[in-house]
């Protein structure tokens, strides 16, 4: 069992940056894949960015590529999603989420904590 926590959303102008932190309780971080979705109102969730155990391998989606890093510090039992150039397009509920093996598919992850708002300005 893994319990997930975010934090660090917020309102932020076009430009700015922000980032994102998710906390997992339980042993086994370590051996899950960590990914993070959004879901902005009146549309469906959507994969944004994914990271491998080890931290050494990542996969983004095209619209935030180049402007969005995912981390993980499995000594904190913690994953970061730090967001640069921010658009307000990225406006959103961002979600962490868990999963056994590497996928971009939300159906495919087993534990998601509560989500974290933001909010971008114009």
């Known amino acids: 069992q893994v319990q997930l926590v975010e934090s660090g959303g917020g309102l932020v102008q076009a430009g700015g940056s922000l980032r994102l932190s998710c906390a997992a309780s339980?042993?086994?971080?370590?051996?899950?894949?960590m990914g993070w979705f959004r879901q902005a109102p009146g549309k469906e969730r959507e994969f944004v960015t994914t990271v491998s155990w080890s931290g050494a391998i990542t996969y983004y989606a095209d619209s935030v590529k180049g402007r969005f890093t995912i981390s993980r510090d499995n000594a904190k039992n913690t994953v970061y999603l730090q967001m640069n150039s921010l658009k307000p397009d990225d406006t959103a509920v961002y979600y962490c989420a868990a999963a056994v093996r590497p996928t971009m598919k939300g159906e495919e992850y087993d534990y998601w904590g509560q989500g974290t708002q933001v909010t971008v300005s114009s």
């Open positions: 339980g042993r086994t971080f370590s051996r899950y894949y």
